[in-house]
């Protein structure tokens, strides 16, 4: 699918920037985000909410929930 054929070109660029990147699966996202493997988009757009304190879109909460994500993997 397209994310097998994107996934090398982003880690190409975050290498070049010297940075890391770590693969997670949906359900383990949900899991760490609302407390349920298959929560819905809803309850991750309010997982981000909390986050960040502000009304934020679908895209921009899987943004901040795969980075929120991240910081706790590298701690």
Known sequence: GPCKMV??????IAAEHGMETLPVHTATLKKASTGD???????????????????????????????AWAAEQVR
């Open 7 to 12: 996934a090398p070109v982003l880690e190409e």
């Open 37 to 67: 493997g298959r929560g819905s988009k809803e309850a991750m757009v309010r997982a981000a909410k909390r986050i960040v304190g502000r009304k934020v879109g679908e895209d921009e909460a899987d943004a901040i929930l795969m980075a």
